[in-house]
Every structure is written in C-alpha cells, then in structure tokens.
C-alpha cells in the first residue's frame, strides 16, 4: 500500500500513481491540464462551513473530529471506500493546495488510508 500526501503545486512525479485532489475549491494558478488529475471526489472534501470555521480560527483537532465525522455520511463513506480499494490497487498521491499538509483534511484522510 502506498498513499502519500503532496501539494498541487509540485511537478507530478512518476511515481505518483492515482493523482486525487482532495480540496474543494480548484487550487489558484494550477490549469486542469498542469493538475495532472486523475480524480476530484468532492464528496471527500470538508464541507464549505468546516472549512471556513477551520480557516477562521478552529483548532486541528476539533477539525479532524467534525472532518471524520463528516466522511460517514454515506455518499462521503462510499467515495472513502472507493479510495481505499484504489491504494489497495497501487499507488495514490493525495493533493492539497494547503501550505501546511500536516494540518490539512490530506493528512486525516492519509492516516484514515494507513489505518485500513
């Protein structure tokens, strides 16, 4: 299994395997061809009030806790299982346009990955 978390705005590497952009907003100054996208799952995404309470001010763990919580609504669960079997596959690049990665939905949903 390999599942990495890396920021849009690095040149695609040959060994990114299933490029996921995991953000929902497009990422400022990338071109859907630069992307190099192979999947844009919104329903993996925060939610538009999570994201604007975590960029107003919430702590990361608070986030993470509503973020999970967020991915057993069924259509977020089912888009979620559908990654899981894609890195049981090969491998998958999780992109983010966030500066920060560790504290980013990226890397809940890379440990979310590793746990299964």
């Given amino acids: 299994m390999s599942v990495r978390v890396r920021r849009i705005y690095d040149p695609p590497e040959p060994d990114d395997g299933l490029r996921v952009l995991v953000d929902r907003l497009w990422p400022r100054g990338v071109s859907k061809e630069e992307a190099h996208l192979d999947e844009w799952p919104k329903a993996l995404t925060p939610s538009t009030e999570l994201r604007r309470w975590y960029h107003h ?60």
């Fill in 57 to 116: 001010g919430g702590s990361f763990d608070e986030f993470r806790r509503r973020y999970e919580r967020e991915l057993t609504a069924p259509e977020a669960a089912a888009a979620l299982d559908g990654l899981r079997k894609s890195v049981r596959e090969g491998p998958v690049t999780l992109l983010t346009a966030t500066k920060h990665t560790e504290s980013s939905q990226a890397e809940v949903l890379l440990e979310l990955l590793q746990q299964h």
